[in-house]
């Protein structure tokens, strides 16, 4: 079963308004946002999330030099005793209510069994984090992880005002309460523990960890240290706490005279509309609904799709959330077609769990994003 272990993190001693210093998670910030965040502050955490060359010294030791020069100045400051974290995102929904996600910032114990990935992984070079951790001792970021036994939510519930707060770009609210009662944090990590923990989100960031814990052991003749864990913010798996969106797809380099629709009969009836909505295909000719014509073949969106490609000829697929991003790559003439799916259910997810089966590459996007700077969790030997 999962071990969900408390951790004596770094934090930013300014606060708790802590908005110019955090950031989202590296593999969601381009070039653009990330000179933006750099500018909102000489501290803030995409400096090591995503940090530079200086022409003198690499990118990495660059991080490392940060992290120990935030510490000496105190711009972070160590937690005296092992801790977690509360962690609380608020947000609108479509409907313009408000939802939160509460989960929990902990080490998970590297186990096989205890931690189940939900989906594939595309392929993606590890050697960019795997540096990161090396040369910085750090987990920077956390993965993301759902916890399949309830309970874990009301163990949560904050009591007084938070220790850390930010707003981000997407009107989200940032919560963050420390947890040092040895008694509290004994009851968040059974109830974290109860089952296998699905791992939602940071899929590669969980390889490198396994990686570098192996590297570490080998190097220090099987001795425990902190590269046992890996850095993870815990939810449980619940609608109430989780807004899961879709990951479309974006199809290139077809042939000119390829019909795509008519590619597509064997696995769907197509039915021309106006406003594509649900489950569809659109090209620069127009938008078509997909109904299967064996809804009982695949129970996924990215399933379905995924199985009609196979049989396309030779093409490049990226993957794309946010409707409007990939609808406008298609009149652009940027991409051929775009699928649009209808997100996975949070009962598919589970149910992807209890088989131990995995879901297509790209299935699920879980959103908000935590923030990078909340909490880092430093890596060391003993």
């Keep these: 079963m999962p071990e969900l272990l408390p951790f004596r993190g770094l934090r930013y001693s300014e606060g708790p308004d802590v908005s110019n210093l955090v950031a989202p998670p590296y593999d969601v910030i381009d070039e653009k946002e990330r000179r933006r965040l750099e500018e909102r502050s000489e501290h803030n955490a995409v400096r090591v999330e995503l940090p530079q060359d ?3 010294t690499d990118r990495y030791t660059n991080a490392r030099c940060l992290i120990d020069t935030w510490q000496q100045t105190g711009v972070l400051a160590r937690d005296d005793e092992p801790t977690l974290t509360a962690y609380r995102m608020t947000y609108g929904d479509e409907t313009g209510g408000e939802r939160h996600t509460l989960g929990v910032l902990g080490a998970l114990a590297i186990a096989d069994g205890a931690l189940l990935p939900h989906e594939h992984t595309t392929p993606k070079a590890k050697d960019d984090r795997l540096n990161l951790l090396r040369t910085c001792r750090t987990n920077v970021s956390p993965i993301w992880g759902l916890a399949p036994a309830p309970g874990l939510s009301a163990l949560l519930a904050p009591t007084g005002p938070p220790d850390a707060v930010a707003e981000d770009e997407d009107g989200v609210r940032h919560e963050a309460w420390t947890i040092t009662d040895p008694d509290r944090i ?12 699905l791992v939602a989100d940071g899929h590669h960031r969980y390889e490198v960890a396994r990686a570098y814990r192996e590297e570490r052991r080998a190097a220090n003749g099987d001795q425990p240290g902190d590269y046992d864990a890996v850095f993870a913010y815990v939810v449980e798996l619940d609608d109430a706490q989780l807004t899961v969106g879709a990951i479309h797809r974006l199809v290139t380099g077809l042939p000119p005279d390829f019909d795509i629709v008519a590619a597509l009969d064997p696995y769907f009836a197509a039915e021309a509309v106006t406003t594509p909505d649900a489950l569809a295909v659109v090209t620069r000719s127009g938008a078509w609904r997909l109904t299967p014509r064996d809804p009982g073949a695949h129970d996924l ?13 030779d093409h490049t697929l990226t993957y794309q959330h946010g409707q409007a991003t990939v609808l406008g790559a298609v009149a652009s003439g940027e991409a051929d077609a775009a699928f649009l799916l209808r997100p996975a259910t949070v009962d598919q997810i589970a149910d992807t769990g209890r088989l131990g089966v995995r879901m297509p590459p790209k299935t699920t996007f879980f959103w908000p994003k935590p923030r990078t700077g909340i909490v880092f969790r430093p890596v060391e030997d003993e």
């Design 186 to 197: 004994a009851k968040i990590a059974a109830a974290a523990g109860a089952q296998p923990i």
């Design 301 to 313: 969106d990215s399933s379905r799709v995924a199985e009609a490609l196979s049989a396309f000829p």
């Design 54 to 56: 200086d022409g003198a």
